[in-house]
């Protein structure tokens, strides 16, 4: 009773973490209003998180190491917990998007170090059950957070989907306070490389901040852009030079040296883009341009939660018969397409039928990549090796949202500049149709008691929205186009991947790349 007691709190934490890197992304319009915020500066509210969780992800093994799992453990749930409370209590911008960032760093170890104790509470012939719970929990997380978040936002208002955080926090301290042990096996903690922490978090943080701010500042004729962007450019570099020097790196790059886990990373990389932006655009698509409200724009994403569970059972079951890792991430990322295409094809008269069965494609496609690209990482690995390369991919997946969302964010506003400078262009009191549009509107606020001059104003007014209006449509679906182009673009990388037994020298039987039973375990860094 003890044991599934805890196993349930646990999980519950992790998909708290999880359900949280989504549930802000049908608030954005909300915050944007009340907080007197650009949409731009609003996406900080994903990416810091995203950010935060990237620098953490890689180091949980160490901090459990150092501080004890028990105490590391609930430290961050009652950092996530205190940060969630202060989110709701924001008064700016900026004060939201700092507490956001601390609240990841706590939110690291709900996912990371939650798996390890799940997986411990299992026996060793029973780890199966335990990757199936943790790996349904990993999409029910991202997939409930818009539904849960838009019916908070609709019927209370958007601080309550931080504090909505706060009692399941405290019951989580309160428990795993008094069931929680330390692990039969505590490793012995390494001095801490804090260059590479340092370097890590100043070089992602430069980066980001330039992909953010870039488009807004005019790029590289604002100074401060030209500045972080060397700064990105040494610090990364050095990053990577000094994580290959030291004996006791943050990061392992060494594990790199597989060329099935440099590929599985760099399409991991991939498809944290197309996950994290997709889930960003769809709703900021159906609320700013549709009227969407927020309940409706979370329903969207339900029913693709439903396939994304089946999907994942159905691809651990043809892992373990024999299917190569490879034959199901391309299936995956062609579905994926396959909805970029379809959302990209929408209008403005476009309702909740028509978003259902392009995202059970995303939902399916994204579910049957997630573990094969997992079972692709460590298939060349060997067993001591396993847990670096995981935390390796589970960065690259966060790195890759948080990337995703900036680029897509510069994307949009290029793309609508363009396309509003068309649209204008073909506007011409020559043309009949324009001229009788706008004969129209101005009869139209005539008849509501305007005068002429001011009627005519206010018809130019409502030609420009709509100008406004299908240049944004327009951007979207050159945006979700750009995502597509991405997935298709990487699929060639796959021909690199080796497919055969493990090589020569390992033990008979370890990780082999087409059958592995735990398919699922190399999500979680544990």
Same mark, same amino acid.
């Given at each position: 009773?003890?044991?599934?007691?805890?196993?349930?709190?646990?999980?519950?934490?992790?998909?708290?973490?999880?359900?949280?890197?989504?549930?802000?992304?049908?608030?954005?319009? %909300?915050?944007?209003? *009340?907080?007197?915020?650009?949409?731009?500066?609003?996406?900080?509210?994903?990416?810091?998180?995203?950010?935060?969780?990237?620098?953490?992800?890689?180091?949980?093994?160490?901090?459990?190491?150092?501080?004890?799992?028990?105490?590391?453990?609930?430290?961050?749930?009652?950092?996530?917990?205190?940060?969630?409370?202060?989110?709701?209590?924001?008064?700016?911008?900026?004060? +939201?998007?700092?507490?956001?960032?601390?609240?990841?760093?706590?939110?690291?170890?709900?996912?990371?170090?939650?798996?390890?104790?799940?997986?411990?509470?299992?026996?060793?012939?029973?780890?199966?059950?335990?990757?199936?719970?943790?790996?349904?929990?990993?999409?029910?997380? =991202?997939?409930?957070?818009?539904?849960?978040?838009?019916?908070?936002?609709?019927? %209370?208002?958007? =601080?309550?989907?931080?504090?909505?955080?706060?009692?399941?926090?405290?019951?989580?301290?309160?428990?795993?306070?008094?069931?929680?042990?330390?692990?039969?096996?505590? =490793?012995?903690?390494?001095?801490?490389?804090?260059?590479?922490?340092?370097?890590?978090?100043?070089?992602?943080?430069?980066?980001?901040?330039?992909?953010?701010?870039?488009?807004?500042?005019?790029?590289?004729?604002?100074?401060?852009?030209?500045?972080?962007?060397?700064?990105?450019?040494?610090?990364?570099?050095?990053?990577?030079?000094?994580?290959?020097?030291?004996?006791?790196?943050?990061?392992?790059?060494?594990?790199?040296?597989?060329? *099935?886990?440099?590929?599985?990373? &760099?399409?991991?990389?991939?498809?944290?883009?197309?996950?994290?932006?997709?889930?960003?655009?769809?709703?900021?698509?159906?609320?700013?341009?549709?009227?969407?409200?927020?309940?409706?724009?979370?329903?969207?994403?339900?029913?693709?939660?439903?396939?994304?569970?089946?999907?994942?059972?159905?691809?651990?079951?043809?892992?373990?018969?024999?299917?190569?890792?490879?034959?199901?991430?391309?299936?995956?990322?062609?579905?994926?397409?396959?909805?970029?295409?379809?959302?990209?094809?929408?209008?403005?008269?476009?309702?909740?039928?028509?978003?259902?069965?392009?995202?059970? %494609?995303?939902?399916?496609?994204?579910?049957?990549?997630?573990? =094969?690209?997992?079972?692709?990482?460590?298939?060349?690995?060997?067993?001591?090796?396993?847990?670096?390369?995981?935390? +390796?991919?589970?960065?690259?997946?966060?790195?890759?949202?948080?990337?995703?969302?900036?680029?897509?964010?510069?994307? +949009?506003?290029?793309?609508?500049?363009?396309?509003?400078?068309? &649209?204008?262009?073909?506007?011409?009191?020559?043309?009949?149709?324009?001229?009788?549009?706008?004969?129209?509107?101005?009869?139209?606020?005539?008849?509501?008691?305007?005068?002429?001059?001011?009627?005519?104003?206010?018809?130019?007014?409502?030609?420009?929205?709509?100008?406004?209006?299908?240049? *944004?449509?327009?951007?979207?679906?050159?945006?979700?186009?750009?995502?597509?182009?991405?997935?298709?673009?990487?699929?060639?990388?796959?021909?690199?991947?080796?497919?055969?037994?493990?090589?020569?020298?390992?033990?008979?039987?370890?990780?082999?790349?087409?059958?592995?039973?735990?398919?699922?375990?190399?999500?979680?860094?544990?």
């Amino acid at each position: 009773m003890r044991r599934t007691i805890l196993m349930i709190t646990v999980i519950a934490a992790a998909i708290m973490e999880l359900i949280d890197t989504s549930i802000v992304n049908v608030a954005l319009s %909300y915050m944007s209003g *009340n907080l007197g915020a650009t949409l731009e500066d609003t996406s900080w509210v994903i990416t810091a998180y995203a950010i935060a969780n990237v620098i953490i992800i890689p180091i949980t093994s160490f901090l459990a190491a150092q501080f004890g799992r028990r105490n590391y453990y609930i430290g961050s749930v009652i950092m996530f917990t205190v940060f969630s409370f202060l989110c709701g209590q924001a008064t700016s911008i900026w004060m +939201l998007v700092a507490c956001r960032f601390f609240q990841g760093i706590g939110g690291g170890a709900l996912l990371s170090v939650s798996a390890a104790i799940v997986y411990e509470l299992f026996p060793k012939e029973k780890q199966n059950v335990a990757s199936a719970l943790f790996g349904i929990g990993i999409f029910v997380g =991202p997939t409930i957070g818009p539904t849960l978040g838009g019916f908070i936002t609709e019927h %209370y208002s958007w =601080p309550w989907i931080f504090y909505i955080n706060v009692p399941i926090g405290l019951a989580v301290v309160l428990i795993c306070s008094r069931l929680l042990g330390e692990p039969p096996f505590r =490793p012995t903690p390494g001095r801490i490389d804090w260059t590479g922490i340092s370097l890590l978090a100043i070089g992602v943080g430069s980066l980001q901040t330039v992909l953010e701010r870039g488009e807004t500042d005019d790029w590289f004729s604002a100074a401060y852009i030209v500045i972080l962007t060397v700064v990105a450019i040494l610090c990364l570099s050095f990053f990577i030079y000094w994580e290959l020097k030291i004996k006791s790196p943050v990061v392992n790059l060494r594990v790199l040296k597989s060329k *099935n886990l440099s590929i599985a990373a &760099l399409l991991t990389f991939v498809s944290g883009i197309g996950l994290f932006s997709s889930v960003y655009l769809t709703p900021v698509y159906a609320q700013r341009l549709l009227g969407f409200t927020p309940t409706q724009t979370g329903l969207l994403l339900l029913p693709g939660s439903l396939f994304a569970i089946a999907g994942l059972i159905l691809t651990a079951r043809l892992l373990q018969r024999g299917v190569p890792p490879v034959v199901m991430i391309t299936t995956g990322m062609l579905l994926f397409v396959l909805f970029t295409w379809q959302i990209a094809g929408l209008d403005l008269d476009a309702g909740n039928g028509d978003f259902y069965i392009p995202l059970i %494609y995303r939902a399916i496609g994204i579910a049957i990549i997630t573990v =094969p690209l997992s079972t692709l990482a460590v298939s060349g690995l060997e067993p001591k090796d396993i847990p670096q390369g995981t935390a +390796l991919n589970n960065m690259m997946r966060q790195l890759g949202g948080s990337f995703g969302i900036a680029i897509i964010n510069t994307y +949009l506003t290029r793309r609508n500049a363009i396309h509003r400078t068309d &649209l204008v262009a073909h506007i011409t009191l020559s043309d009949p149709q324009v001229t009788d549009r706008l004969a129209g509107y101005t009869q139209y606020f005539i008849g509501k008691g305007a005068t002429a001059l001011d009627a005519r104003h206010q018809a130019l007014g409502l030609l420009d929205a709509g100008v406004v209006r299908q240049s *944004n449509a327009l951007s979207f679906g050159d945006a979700y186009l750009l995502l597509g182009a991405i997935f298709l673009g990487s699929l060639p990388f796959l021909l690199l991947a080796r497919q055969g037994r493990p090589q020569a020298g390992r033990p008979k039987g370890h990780h082999r790349p087409r059958q592995m039973p735990k398919a699922s375990v190399p999500l979680l860094d544990h």
